[in-house]
T-cell receptor, first 108, second 114 residues
Framework: EDKVVQSPLSLVVHEGDTVTLNCSYE??????LLWYKQEKKAPTFLFML????IEKKSGRLSSILDKKELSSILNITATQTGDSAIYLC????????FGQGTRLTINP | EAGVVQSPRYKIIEKKQPVAFWCNPI?????LYWYRQNLGQGPELLIR????????DSQLPKDRFSAERLKGVDSTLKIQPAELGDSAVYLC????????????FGNGTRLTVT
């Protein structure tokens, strides 16, 4: 059975801290790993990582895919209160399997 | 471009009643997905359409759930009759033919069954 596990499930830090979120997976059909940010409504797309693109960066956010370890990390530097959200990891091909998410809270 | 549009935003019904959700995907996106997200969990796929064809409905509880995408554009997901355990957020998503196209989600419908 395909499985995506995220850790930690919950994280509380102070504004300005750097955080690292983890995602590990076991899927039968891998094409890509995606990271989403979910506030009170729709998950919004952050990054897609594939075998040909294992590292992505956008501003204070960056992500790396480790295909050997079947895992990925999402880093956020200089965190801001607006980064507070649930971060979802999804893995697969046509069918995406989602992890439980990491609830990140940034305190001022 | 306009995003994925879902309605209603919220729905409260009593158990055993029917309910329907509607989704209009991003223009030009041929793949449409319905996901269910329980509290504290990640989204779980219910059904995936390629144009008007349901290509993966293995996770759809077919005794009470049905879906359609008649013209390959907008889609409706129905539950009849609803049960208490159906309370969740129902998310619609769409993607283009490009194999590197990510899923784009709508705002979801929060269903509460009392």
């Amino acid at each position: 059975e395909d499985k995506v596990v995220q850790s930690p499930l919950s994280l509380v830090v102070h504004e300005g801290d750097t955080v690292t979120l983890n995602c590990s997976y076991e899927v039968t059909n891998f094409r890509s790993l995606l990271w989403y940010k979910q506030e009170k409504k729709a998950p919004t797309f952050l990054f897609m990582l594939t075998s040909s693109g294992i590292e992505k960066k956008s501003g204070r956010l960056s992500s790396i895919l480790d295909k050997k370890e079947l895992s990925s990390i999402l880093n956020i530097t200089a965190t801001q209160t607006g980064d507070s959200a649930i971060y979802l990891c999804a893995v697969g091909a046509q069918k995406l399997v989602f992890g439980q998410g990491t609830r990140l809270t940034i305190n001022p | 471009e306009a995003g994925v549009v879902q309605s209603p935003r919220y729905k409260i019904i009593e158990k055993k009643q029917p309910v329907a959700f509607w989704c209009n995907p991003i223009s030009g996106h041929n793949t449409l997905y319905w996901y269910r997200q329980n509290l504290g969990q990640g989204p779980e796929l219910l059904i995936r359409y390629e144009n008007e064809e349901a290509v993966d409905d293995s996770q759809l509880p077919k005794d009470r759930f049905s879906a359609e995408r008649l013209k390959g554009v907008d889609s409706t997901l129905k539950i009849q009759p609803a049960e208490l355990g159906d309370s969740a957020v129902y998310l619609c998503a769409s993607s283009s033919r490009d194999r590197d196209s990510p899923l784009h989600f709508g705002n979801g419908t929060r269903l509460t069954v009392t």
